[in-house]
T-cell receptor, first 116, second 110 residues
């Protein structure tokens, strides 16, 4: 398996523009997680899905952020409109089971987003 | 929310020395995991320790867990330059997701 795939790897956009980040999880993994990493706030969980259904989106910072998982092999994180403070590295991770049962998470390479 | 906090925030050692980093957390857990992040890359799982375990080994890694103190430590023995990375602990709160700590940045000087 190629691992978790994210695209694009780098995105530079202007404030106010729509940004869409994409993720392909590892086949057979039932859980998908979106994280944001910044120097100030560390690694923050934004939202996670189980079997394509959003379970907890309490980490999504604002209504400008939305995430979908239309099928088991694809998820998107959209920011509309983007703001400079959204600049961060966004990671997608997938897992075959729950954290409480000790399943590890497999991370993608991340998307470095810069909003000017 | 962040559950764990690693200490120290940064650590610099000579190649061949041992590196120890600590993680403290706040609530009861089922298990704790350690991850490594190389610069510009995603996190990679290193080792898991369950709440009923006190110590676990994997190659040059040794992890301990003290649930009474809500703390864990990661020891890397005979460090190598390739061990230079950030190290994170991750804990569950009985739920489906993990909460990651703030990380320890380790630099191993050749």
């Amino acid at each position: 398996d190629a691992g978790v795939i994210q695209s694009p790897r780098h995105e530079v956009t202007e404030m106010g523009q729509e940004v869409t980040l994409r993720c392909k999880p590892i086949s057979g993994h039932d859980y998908l997680f979106w994280y944001r990493q910044t120097m100030m706030r560390g690694l923050e969980l934004l939202i996670y899905f189980n079997n394509n259904v959003p379970i907890d989106d309490s980490g999504m910072p604002e209504d400008r952020f939305s995430a979908k998982m239309p099928n088991a092999s694809f998820s998107t994180l959209k920011i509309q409109p983007s703001e400079p403070r959204d600049s961060a590295v966004y990671f997608c991770a997938s897992s075959p089971g729950t954290g409480s049962l000790g399943y590890e998470q497999y991370f993608g390479p991340g998307t470095r987003l810069t909003v000017t | 929310s962040q559950q764990g906090e690693e200490d120290p925030q940064a650590l610099s050692i000579q190649e061949g020395e041992n590196a120890t980093m600590n993680c403290s957390y706040k609530t009861s857990i089922n298990n704790l995991q350690w991850y490594r992040q190389n610069s510009g890359r995603g996190l990679v799982h290193l080792i898991l320790i369950r709440s009923n375990e006190r110590e676990k080994h994997s190659g040059r890694l040794r992890v301990t867990l003290d649930t009474s103190k809500k703390s864990s430590s990661l020891l890397i023995t005979a460090s190598r330059a390739a061990d230079t990375a950030s190290y994170f602990c991750a804990t569950d709160e009985g739920g489906n997701q993990f909460y990651f700590g703030t990380g320890t940045s380790l630099t191993v000087i050749p």
